[in-house]
C-alpha cells in the first residue's frame, strides 16, 4: 500500500494551494481518507476527512470555509484544496486511509503517506 502526497510548498498568507494524496494498493473506494498535519513541537491534528464513496466529509473547525476536502475515485486520488491560507497552516500535511476509521482518529487509520511541508509566510 502506499500513499503518496503532493502539492506541498511555500506560499504567502492569504494564498492557496492544492495537495494531493495519491493512492495504490487498495480498493480505494473502501476507505475514508484523512487530512493531517503536524506543525514542529505539536500534535498530530485531524484537518479534514471524506467516506469512501465522497459523500460525508468532516472538517476541523479552524478550516471550515477555507479547505475542501474532495476525491477522485476514477483516479485513486485525494485532494485537499486551501485557500485563504495562514501562517498558522504551517505544518506537515499527511493523507492516511482507513477502512473503517471514526474520522478524526488517527489511531484509526491503516496506512499513512510521508507528508509533504506546507510553509505559509506572513
Known amino acids: 500500500v502506499q500513499l503518496v502526497e503532493s502539492g506541498g510548498g511555500l506560499v504567502q498568507a492569504g494564498g492557496s494551494l492544492r495537495l494531493s494524496c495519491a493512492a495504490s494498493?487498495?480498493?480505494?473506494?473502501?476507505?475514508?481518507i484523512g487530512w493531517f498535519r503536524q506543525a514542529p513541537g505539536k500534535e498530530r491534528e485531524f484537518v479534514a476527512a471524506?467516506?469512501?464513496?465522497?459523500?460525508?466529509?468532516y472538517y476541523a473547525d479552524f478550516v471550515k470555509g477555507r479547505f475542501t476536502i474532495s476525491r477522485d475515485n476514477t483516479k485513486n486520488t485525494l485532494y485537499l484544496e486551501m485557500n485563504s491560507l495562514k501562517p498558522e497552516d504551517t505544518a506537515v500535511y499527511y493523507c492516511?486511509?482507513?477502512?473503517?476509521?471514526?474520522?478524526?482518529?488517527?489511531?484509526?487509520?491503516?496506512?499513512w503517506g510521508q507528508g509533504t511541508q506546507v510553509t505559509v509566510s506572513s
Open positions: 492516511a486511509a482507513g477502512a473503517s476509521a471514526r474520522p478524526t482518529r488517527p489511531s484509526d487509520y491503516d496506512y
Open positions: 471524506i467516506s469512501g464513496g465522497g459523500g460525508l466529509k
Open positions: 494498493g487498495i480498493t480505494f473506494d473502501e476507505y475514508a
